[in-house]
């Protein structure tokens, strides 16, 4: 069987070179990093300064985009792309409805090379606003189930679920049983649909909190402030992976309460597509408290890894009260939460299901 060259091309490259913080970001890194050792691969993004580099066995190169289109940071284009797929035999684009994926894929007709796509969410203009360009693509590779059933394709189910993976190695327990005061943890950008303000209400004022994101809403990041006043709720922003682990690994509990609706009225139809954060939590042998939406219930089992609970303070404070009360509870389901990433969540494991699909 031939070994195929493989490219990931990416709206944002995750941390270096003017990327962003985020778990999608962080998830294309990862699977490609993690797919160069199996495969010739290369991971193309786009930011304010051509840079090149390796990351291990990966080639990263990120350039800079002709323009935004329409403003949008999410969607680069990048006329030059054809030099880059020229040299790959797949072509696997994060981010569905952007110009840059669809551009890509009919290169890739053009050319004679496989075009796989993996919704992140988000998008921004584009020609699939005008017309269906499911069919440009060899198959959508989904990162849940939710994923592909809200993605409505005209394959139907026909396409695969890779699901997501953690760096098992380095999101990891503590060689040592928890020590100090301890604590919640919420991790992930400071936007309304991922209900933050869910967890400061739920918590009571002897508890301790620590809110890991960057705050990118104001009016947020400002109602989120009020709502901590008179309670122990701590905001940490630009924190490093290092910091991060030492968090998720002191942690009674990681908290991750999206919704449909935020607390301004306003609807998100696709509030996770996968979880990145509860993923990266549980590796860490962390117990997960996660909201029964979208994908997160295919992540973690109910009483047995955590809980999954409706998007309303008194049900979560009823777990949190749970899990603060019987510390033994929550290491017992910590320690099943990392067994339920090392059987399903690996990167390895996301690598073969992607490797499969591309007929590799």
């Known amino acids: 069987?031939?070994?195929?060259?493989?490219?990931?091309?990416?709206?944002?490259?995750?941390?270096?070179?003017?990327?962003?913080?985020?778990?999608?970001?962080?998830?294309?890194?990862?699977?490609?990093?993690?797919?160069?050792?199996?495969?010739?691969?290369?991971?193309?993004?786009?930011?304010?300064?051509?840079?090149?580099?390796?990351?291990?066995?990966?080639?990263?190169?990120?350039?800079?985009?002709?323009?935004?289109?329409?403003?949008?940071?999410?969607?680069?284009?990048?006329?030059?792309?054809?030099?880059?797929?020229?040299?790959?035999?797949?072509?696997?684009?994060?981010?569905?409805?952007?110009?840059?994926?669809?551009?890509?894929?009919?290169?890739?007709?053009?050319?004679?090379?496989?075009?796989?796509?993996?919704?992140?969410?988000?998008?921004?203009?584009?020609?699939?606003?005008?017309?269906?360009?499911?069919?440009?693509?060899r198959a959508?590779?989904?990162?849940?189930?939710?994923?592909?059933?809200?993605?409505?394709?005209?394959?139907?189910?026909?396409?695969?679920?890779?699901?997501?993976?953690?760096?098992?190695?380095?999101?990891?327990?503590?060689?040592?049983?928890?020590?100090?005061?301890?604590?919640?943890?919420?991790?992930g950008?400071?936007?309304?649909?991922?209900?933050?303000?869910?967890?400061?209400?739920?918590v009571r004022s002897d508890m301790r909190l620590v809110v890991v994101g960057q705050p990118y809403d104001e009016r947020y990041f400002g109602d989120l402030k009020k709502l901590a006043e008179g309670k122990r709720v701590e905001f940490l922003h630009d924190v490093d992976d290092t910091k991060l682990i030492e968090l998720y690994r002191g942690a009674r509990a990681l908290i991750l309460t999206s919704r449909y609706r935020d607390r301004y009225g306003h609807e998100s139809r696709v509030p996770e597509l996968l979880g990145q954060t509860l993923l990266e939590g549980m590796a860490c042998g962390v117990a997960a408290v996660a909201s029964d939406v979208a994908s997160l219930p295919e992540i973690v089992r109910h009483e047995v890894d955590g809980f999954i609970v409706k998007p309303e303070v008194p049900a979560l404070a009823e777990v949190l009260e749970r899990l603060w009360a019987n510390p033994e509870l929550a290491t017992s389901m910590g320690k099943a939460a990392r067994d339920r990433v090392l059987q399903k969540f690996t990167w390895d494991d996301v690598v073969h299901r992607c490797l499969d699909a591309y007929g590799a």
């Not at 592909?148 to 049983?177: M, N």
């Not at 400071?190 to 739920?202: C, M, N, T």
Request: charged share 20%; proline share 6%; aromatic share 10%.
């Open 1 to 137: 069987m031939t070994v195929p060259r493989v490219l990931h091309v990416a709206p944002n490259y995750f941390g270096k070179a003017g990327g962003i913080v985020g778990g999608a970001e962080r998830y294309v890194t990862e699977l490609a990093r993690h797919m160069a050792e199996k495969v010739p691969t290369e991971l193309l993004s786009f930011g304010p300064e051509p840079k090149s580099w390796e990351l291990g066995a990966l080639k990263v190169r990120v350039e800079k985009p002709l323009c935004y289109v329409r403003g949008q940071k999410n969607n680069p284009f990048y006329p030059a792309l054809w030099k880059a797929i020229r040299g790959a035999d797949v072509v696997h684009f994060h981010q569905k409805h952007i110009l840059n994926s669809s551009f890509g894929a009919v290169l890739c007709r053009l050319l004679g090379k496989k075009a796989f796509v993996t919704d992140l969410g988000g998008g921004g203009w584009d020609v699939s606003g005008y017309v269906d360009t499911d069919g440009w693509y």
């Open 140 to 187: 959508e590779l989904h990162l849940s189930r939710f994923a592909r059933q809200i993605a409505a394709s005209s394959r139907g189910d026909s396409d695969p679920v890779i699901l997501g993976g953690v760096d098992t190695q380095k999101f990891s327990p503590g060689g040592e049983a928890r020590q100090g005061e301890p604590y919640f943890l919420c991790v």
């Open 189 to 202: 950008r400071l936007f309304p649909h991922k209900g933050a303000d869910l967890a400061i209400e739920a």
